[in-house]
């Protein structure tokens, strides 16, 4: 079992940065790969990043490659979302989402993961 709280979220006007934090429980944290997704009122959950159990390897939705960054601390069990030159359309409440695996270098489908936490809220003004 694995619990996620998601931290960091907030409101920020357009092109400015943020830096979410997902900390995990647990004593296997480096074996997980871990995702961050988004959903936006009306919307379905959409894929935004995943990093592999080590951070060696990293992998991004199209739509926030260049302006946002994962990362994870394994000492730590925690996992960011640096986020910079942010957009209205950025606004959504972002997930964390964890996947045991040492094998994957990423998953991008909701139906990949087996925890989940309960979100925060990003809000990006014009």
């Known amino acids: 079992q694995v619990q996620l709280v998601e931290s960091g979220g907030g409101l920020v006007q357009g092109g400015g940065s943020l830096r979410l934090s997902c900390a995990a429980s647990?004593?296997?944290?480096?074996?997980?790969?871990m995702g961050w997704f988004r959903q936006a009122p009306g919307k379905e959950r959409e894929f935004v990043a995943s990093?592999?159990?080590?951070?060696?390897?990293?992998y991004y939705a199209d739509s926030v490659k260049g302006r946002f960054t994962i990362s994870r601390d394994n000492a730590k069990n925690t996992v960011y979302l640096q986020m910079n030159s942010l957009k209205p359309g950025d606004t959504a409440v972002y997930y964390c989402?964890?996947?045991?695996?040492?094998?994957?270098?990423?998953?991008?489908?909701?139906?990949?993961?087996?925890?989940w936490g309960q979100g925060t809220q990003v809000t990006v003004s014009s």
């Open positions: 989402a964890a996947k045991e695996s040492r094998f994957a270098n990423y998953y991008d489908l909701p139906s990949d993961y087996d925890y």
């Open positions: 990093i592999n159990w080590s951070g060696g390897s990293t």
């Open positions: 647990g004593r296997t944290f480096s074996s997980y790969v």
